[in-house]
């Protein structure tokens, strides 16, 4: 190495220190654990983004060095920002849109037209119940503190806030929910000593309160009527509905809803008991809560922004609507409970299924008639307007102020607290209100809603299986799965709200054959010059060293802003090399020191079992997990070694930066263990950890998902299913459902499976022993990754000499094409070999059909040889007509590259609209994949 040029200009960059305890945990759980200790990273670089994918190099000299600004034909010129896909199970935005329409299901209420009294079928209305009423609360009152995740976000906020200048408040609260839930008990507690230092401080204060106030805990809800009445004086005029809600401005107060019609929800409470939320309790909470609920919320300042939602089994999700131009966004779908508060005081509990006809999603009904105006609301408030306040709706100015306000459809719309599923949940004489009017219990409410993650989803056939009633009891063995789905979704749905982060990152793809590298910064605090755009992480620069293992590689790189583009040939280099090219050019165009670069995303093929990402830093030196993820050169021995010494040249030569490594076999730990386990003697198979790992796993996953955001269907649903075809010089095939792999042709190597360039693929494992029975003494071997890990002869053959440069001498799938256009000597062969490949693939594909029973949402061809060869994508799917899939359009076929070129990332070439199934090409992103990931950990 040794070529980075010396730092010219330091810049401060944020810490992120208290936010890597995630990355502390994996570490800890990781057989792979890098040792590492706090994050010390300087706060002198300002932030920049690199992404470097790696591919094979082979020789050691560059040839010629002649910078162009002209365009390079290899280099994508779209997209200057990143476009992060939409987040998996979320509706908003680009999200997909719902595929069904809101039917409704009322649970415990009767039509409009029945009387309040009367029962519906699942509750036991014909008894009496006696009315609940709360107590008012005086705001004078001494306020119980707040409970220790709260102590925590009022210990981080601000220096979140801080770090991440551009987040909104509702980012940063999702991100503090996700820090606190993966503290230890032991990080935890401090928090619970302060809560219990704070409750000891609020007994005593309540007892002085009391004394003052000759009150004592049990006064009747009259008394406290009074109390309340007498001492909101100043802003607040008794005995009027008006005098409990907010100014306009900033209350939280009621949802309505207009829809009556339709078949959509027909809810009727009594307006005249219609309960608004009391700003002084909501308030009670603390302004940090109170700005987190409204941020959360995403409100505007009045407070009457529509917001579209829609109703399923598991609770009433908001989004904003398309047609609305909004200026906020929702994160995701928030779970949110709506309920009518009707006369008898006992709120019902309404829930709705989707089933809305392909027609009507296009017609947007499910947006246009579902809107709903809904604001924060405090459950706590429910029922506390005092006895004596018989102000009619008409007179309230809120409810006024709302277009067309329909008395009979007032609709409170509350945090749901997913955890009290059944509680919240159910049959009018089963709800137990107590989480309403429970303090404690409400907090909790409001920190898990905050948190908008713990709620779970059910798959449609769960839906139709077990019905609402069921499921919305959810027993508590269901509810941590759940809990488990949502959270990745959330997570997935971070990556998106993310993008505002101004981190700065840097990632690296190591491939077989070449390094590509995308590089972020900060437009408002780097010095690299690019146009500001409204997305704080710019792409800045882009490139790859292709064909490394060519004698020649081609170097291509971007600058974004200046359009600037170079193209070097260089000569027999390195991975090594090739990195340590890619960081000189970047000092020598658009960094000012390598200490701009903050963070380097690895993408490392093997990881093995390892089920996370795991973070690497220079102090102190992870020598225990590099040399684990250099003995797993044994298994890729294309890859791992090259990644591990361009980690190693990251650790030296950029000491600041904090190195992320993404493990291509991360995304297939979802196989199932018959389908991971191979034939072999069970035990010494399981010591010598022999199994399917599977690779391309982030490419994979980048695809599909969108894919499934073009097609507007849920990635995480189950009946999702992609089959997905990774065509490049390593090249794979996986069948993912629910955005989960669960089965893919690569094995315990990328060597499985089907063939490559130079790559075997699958054989009769005996003709390993035809071709070389004995294993090559090391030093007789050409490949110096051979060398230092033992590899056979025959292993050396199947990586290095077979594949299509074995079967044809050529290894670049173009030229195989362009040979058999051409008629050229070498035609026969090379035309062997295109149909061995399609043969391979069209098998695969056969039996990932099958173990998917059928059903493929789409084929997705991606990788240098999806993307761009169209006469493979014509024989493969001219071959595949027989399972369903649509013909190819020749014409869309033709356009692929051109219409990657114009910015689409996906183009969909089957032929005509009719038929599930569709043939999709997507350009695959696996550095854009990492940053993704990324954003969501730093
Ligand atoms: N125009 C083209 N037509 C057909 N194949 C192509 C074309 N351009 C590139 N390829 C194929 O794509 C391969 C590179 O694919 P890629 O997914 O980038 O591979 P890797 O990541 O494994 O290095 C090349 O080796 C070549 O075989
Ligand atoms: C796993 C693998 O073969 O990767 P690539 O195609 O990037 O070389
Ligand atoms: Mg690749």
Request: glycine fraction near 4%.
């Given at each position: 190495m040794?070529?980075?040029k010396?730092?010219?200009?330091?810049?401060?960059?944020?810490?992120?220190?208290?936010?890597?305890?995630?990355?502390?945990?994996?570490?800890?759980?990781?057989?792979?654990?890098?040792?590492?200790?706090?994050?010390?990273?300087?706060s002198?670089?300002?932030?920049?983004?690199?992404?470097?994918?790696?591919?094979?190099?082979?020789?050691?000299?560059?040839?010629?060095?002649?910078?162009?600004?002209?365009?390079?034909?290899?280099?994508?010129?779209?997209?200057?920002?990143?476009?992060?896909?939409?987040?998996?199970?979320?509706?908003?935005?680009?999200?997909?849109?719902?595929?069904?329409?809101p039917?409704?299901?009322?649970?415990?209420?009767?039509?409009?037209?029945?009387?309040?009294?009367?029962?519906?079928?699942?509750?036991?209305?014909?008894?009496?119940k006696?009315?609940r009423?709360?107590?008012?609360?005086?705001?004078n009152?001494?306020?119980?503190?707040?409970?220790?995740?709260?102590?925590?976000?009022?210990?981080?906020?601000?220096?979140?806030?801080q770090?991440?200048?551009?987040?909104?408040?509702?980012?940063?609260?999702i991100?503090?929910g996700?820090?606190w839930?993966?503290?230890?008990?032991?990080?935890?507690?401090?928090?619970?000593?302060?809560?219990?230092?704070?409750?000891?401080?609020?007994?005593?204060?309540?007892?002085?309160?009391q004394a003052?106030?000759?009150?004592?805990?049990?006064?009747d809800t009259?008394?406290?009527?009074?109390i309340?009445s007498?001492?909101?004086?100043?802003?607040?005029?008794q005995?009027?509905?008006?005098?409990?809600?907010?100014?306009?401005?900033?209350?939280?107060?009621?949802?309505?809803?207009?829809?009556?019609?339709?078949?959509?929800?027909q809810?009727?409470?009594?307006?005249?008991n219609?309960?608004?939320?009391?700003y002084?309790?909501?308030?009670?909470?603390?302004?940090?809560?109170?700005?987190?609920?409204?941020?959360?919320?995403?409100?505007p300042?009045?407070?009457?922004?529509?917001?579209?939602?829609?109703s399923?089994?598991?609770?009433?999700?908001?989004y904003?609507?398309?047609?609305?131009?909004?200026?906020?966004?929702?994160?995701?779908?928030?779970?949110?409970?709506?309920?009518?508060?009707?006369?008898?005081?006992?709120g019902?509990?309404?829930?709705?299924?989707?089933?809305?006809?392909?027609?009507?999603?296009?017609?947007?009904?499910?947006?246009?008639?579902?809107?709903?105006l809904?604001?924060?609301?405090?459950?706590?408030?429910?029922?506390q307007?005092?006895?004596?306040?018989?102000?009619?709706?008409?007179?309230?100015?809120?409810?006024?102020?709302?277009?067309?306000?329909?008395?009979?459809?007032?609709?409170?719309?509350?945090?749901?607290?997913?955890?009290?599923m059944?509680?919240?949940?159910?049959?009018?004489?089963?709800?137990?209100?107590?989480?309403?009017?429970?303090?404690?219990?409400?907090?909790?409410?409001?920190?898990?809603?905050?948190?908008?993650?713990?709620?779970?989803?059910?798959?449609?056939?769960?839906?139709?299986?077990?019905?609402?009633?069921?499921?919305?009891q959810?027993?508590?063995q269901?509810?941590?799965q759940?809990?488990?789905?949502?959270?990745?979704?959330?997570?997935?749905s971070?990556?998106?709200?993310?993008?505002?982060?101004?981190?700065?990152?840097?990632?690296?793809?190591?491939?077989?054959?070449s390094?590509?590298?995308?590089?972020?910064?900060?437009?408002?605090?780097?010095?690299?010059?690019?146009?500001?755009k409204e997305?704080?992480?710019?792409?800045?620069?882009?490139?790859?060293?292709?064909?490394?293992?060519?004698e020649?590689?081609?170097?291509?790189?971007k600058?974004?802003?200046?359009?600037?583009?170079?193209?070097?040939t260089?000569?027999?280099?390195?991975h090594?090399?090739?990195?340590s090219?890619?960081?000189?050019?970047?000092?020598d165009t658009?960094?000012?020191?390598?200490?701009q670069?903050?963070?380097?995303?690895h993408?490392?093929?093997h990881?093995?079992?390892?089920?996370q990402?795991?973070?690497?830093?220079?102090?102190?030196?992870?020598?225990?997990?590099?040399?684990?993820?250099?003995?797993?050169?044994?298994?890729?021995?294309?890859?791992?070694?090259?990644?591990?010494?361009?980690?190693?040249?990251?650790?030296?030569?950029?000491?600041?930066?904090?190195?992320y490594?993404?493990f291509?076999?991360?995304?297939?730990?979802?196989?199932?263990?018959h389908?991971?386990t191979y034939?072999?003697?069970?035990e010494?198979?399981?010591?010598?950890?022999?199994?399917?790992?599977?690779?391309?796993?982030?490419?994979h996953?980048?695809?599909?998902?969108?894919?499934?955001?073009y097609l507007?269907?849920?990635?995480?649903?189950d009946?999702?299913k992609?089959?997905?075809?990774?065509?490049g010089?390593?090249?794979?095939?996986?069948?993912?459902?629910?955005?989960?792999s669960?089965?893919?042709?690569?094995?315990?190597?990328?060597?499985?499976?089907?063939?490559?360039?130079?790559?075997?693929?699958?054989?009769d494992?005996?003709?390993?022993?035809?071709?070389?029975?004995?294993a090559?003494?090391?030093?007789?071997?050409?490949?110096?990754?051979?060398?230092q890990?033992?590899?056979?002869?025959?292993?050396?053959?199947?990586?290095h000499?077979?594949?299509?440069?074995?079967?044809?001498?050529?290894?670049?799938?173009?030229?195989?094409?362009?040979?058999?256009?051409?008629?050229?000597?070498?035609?026969?062969?090379?035309?062997?070999?295109?149909?061995?490949?399609?043969?391979?693939?069209?098998n695969?594909?056969?039996?990932?059909?099958?173990?998917?029973?059928?059903?493929?949402?789409?084929?997705?061809?991606?990788?240098?040889?999806?993307?761009?060869?169209?006469?493979?994508?014509?024989?493969?799917?001219?071959?595949?007509e027989?399972?369903?899939?649509?013909?190819v359009?020749?014409?869309?076929?033709e356009?692929?590259?051109?219409?990657?070129?114009?910015?689409?990332?996906?183009?969909?070439?089957?032929n005509?609209?009719?038929?599930?199934?569709?043939?999709?090409?997507?350009?695959t992103?696996?550095?854009?994949?990492?940053?993704?990931q990324?954003?969501?950990?730093?």
């Amino acid at each position: 190495m040794g070529r980075f040029k010396p730092v010219i200009k330091a810049q401060v960059i944020p810490n992120v220190k208290n936010t890597s305890s995630n990355i502390d945990d994996i570490s800890k759980e990781s057989p792979l654990t890098p040792s590492h200790t706090n994050d010390n990273t300087s706060s002198t670089t300002p932030p920049t983004v690199i992404s470097v994918s790696t591919q094979k190099i082979q020789k050691n000299q560059m040839i010629s060095d002649e910078q162009e600004v002209k365009k390079a034909s290899n280099l994508d010129e779209k997209n200057p920002n990143m476009v992060i896909p939409a987040p998996e199970g979320s509706t908003v935005t680009s999200a997909p849109k719902p595929n069904v329409k809101p039917k409704r299901k009322r649970k415990s209420k009767n039509s409009k037209n029945n009387d309040t009294s009367q029962s519906d079928t699942n509750d036991n209305e014909g008894e009496s119940k006696p009315k609940r009423t709360r107590k008012a609360k005086d705001p004078n009152a001494p306020k119980r503190p707040p409970n220790a995740y709260l102590q925590f976000t009022f210990a981080k906020r601000a220096e979140l806030k801080q770090q991440n200048p551009k987040m909104s408040p509702k980012e940063i609260t999702i991100m503090l929910g996700e820090a606190w839930r993966k503290l230890s008990e032991t990080e935890k507690k401090p928090y619970y000593d302060l809560v219990t230092q704070a409750l000891a401080q609020w007994q005593e204060d309540t007892k002085a309160y009391q004394a003052l106030n000759h009150v004592g805990l049990t006064q009747d809800t009259a008394q406290a009527s009074e109390i309340y009445s007498s001492s909101v004086q100043d802003n607040i005029q008794q005995n009027s509905l008006n005098t409990q809600l907010i100014p306009d401005n900033n209350l939280p107060e009621i949802g309505s809803s207009n829809n009556t019609t339709d078949g959509l929800y027909q809810l009727q409470a009594n307006t005249t008991n219609s309960t608004c939320v009391p700003y002084n309790d909501y308030h009670s909470y603390g302004q940090q809560q109170q700005g987190s609920m409204e941020a959360l919320l995403d409100m505007p300042p009045d407070n009457s922004q529509t917001y579209g939602y829609h109703s399923d089994m598991n609770g009433t999700h908001l989004y904003t609507d398309d047609n609305i131009n909004t200026s906020f966004s929702l994160p995701t779908m928030i779970p949110i409970k709506v309920s009518i508060v009707d006369q008898d005081t006992h709120g019902s509990y309404f829930t709705q299924d989707f089933h809305t006809t392909q027609e009507q999603q296009e017609q947007h009904q499910v947006v246009k008639q579902d809107l709903l105006l809904c604001q924060p609301f405090d459950p706590t408030g429910t029922n506390q307007r005092p006895e004596s306040n018989t102000i009619s709706v008409d007179e309230n100015p809120v409810i006024q102020k709302q277009e067309k306000p329909d008395t009979n459809n007032m609709l409170l719309c509350q945090p749901f607290e997913p955890s009290k599923m059944s509680n919240v949940v159910s049959d009018n004489d089963k709800i137990d209100h107590t989480w309403l009017q429970d303090e404690d219990q409400h907090q909790q409410t409001q920190v898990e809603y905050s948190e908008s993650i713990i709620y779970p989803r059910f798959t449609s056939h769960e839906m139709t299986e077990r019905g609402s009633h069921l499921i919305h009891q959810g027993t508590s063995q269901e509810i941590p799965q759940r809990v488990e789905i949502y959270q990745h979704q959330v997570q997935q749905s971070l990556q998106s709200l993310n993008r505002h982060n101004p981190e700065p990152i840097n990632e690296m793809n190591q491939s077989a054959h070449s390094i590509q590298y995308l590089t972020h910064g900060d437009a408002r605090t780097s010095d690299i010059s690019f146009d500001s755009k409204e997305e704080a992480i710019n792409l800045v620069s882009k490139g790859s060293i292709s064909e490394i293992t060519s004698e020649i590689s081609a170097f291509s790189a971007k600058i974004i802003s200046s359009d600037t583009k170079t193209t070097k040939t260089l000569q027999t280099i390195t991975h090594e090399e090739a990195f340590s090219h890619i960081i000189s050019y970047l000092l020598d165009t658009i960094l000012k020191s390598k200490d701009q670069i903050k963070y380097i995303v690895h993408r490392v093929v093997h990881g093995a079992a390892e089920t996370q990402a795991f973070i690497l830093r220079s102090d102190p030196s992870p020598t225990r997990a590099l040399s684990e993820l250099d003995s797993l050169s044994e298994l890729a021995p294309l890859h791992n070694h090259a990644s591990v010494l361009i980690i190693k040249s990251c650790l030296k030569e950029l000491p600041n930066s904090t190195n992320y490594v993404f493990f291509d076999t991360l995304f297939h730990q979802s196989i199932p263990p018959h389908v991971y386990t191979y034939a072999l003697p069970f035990e010494e198979a399981k010591q010598k950890r022999i199994r399917k790992y599977g690779f391309h796993g982030i490419s994979h996953s980048y695809v599909t998902k969108i894919a499934a955001n073009y097609l507007g269907i849920d990635w995480n649903d189950d009946d999702t299913k992609f089959i997905s075809l990774h065509l490049g010089s390593g090249a794979s095939v996986c069948a993912v459902k629910g955005g989960k792999s669960v089965n893919t042709t690569m094995g315990l190597t990328p060597l499985e499976g089907l063939p490559g360039a130079t790559r075997s693929g699958s054989i009769d494992p005996s003709a390993i022993f035809h071709l070389s029975s004995k294993a090559r003494k090391c030093e007789e071997s050409h490949h110096s990754v051979e060398k230092q890990f033992h590899l056979t002869e025959a292993e050396s053959i199947l990586n290095h000499d077979s594949g299509f440069k074995g079967l044809c001498g050529l290894s670049n799938f173009g030229d195989i094409t362009k040979s058999i256009h051409e008629g050229n000597e070498n035609h026969e062969r090379a035309k062997l070999t295109f149909d061995i490949f399609v043969n391979r693939i069209v098998n695969y594909i056969g039996s990932y059909f099958v173990e998917l029973e059928g059903n493929i949402s789409a084929l997705v061809f991606t990788g240098g040889i999806g993307e761009n060869s169209k006469e493979l994508r014509e024989s493969v799917t001219e071959k595949v007509e027989c399972l369903g899939f649509p013909k190819v359009d020749k014409e869309k076929n033709e356009k692929v590259e051109g219409s990657f070129k114009k910015g689409d990332d996906v183009v969909d070439i089957s032929n005509g609209t009719e038929g599930k199934s569709r043939v999709l090409v997507v350009e695959t992103n696996e550095e854009k994949e990492m940053v993704n990931q990324l954003i969501t950990k730093i």
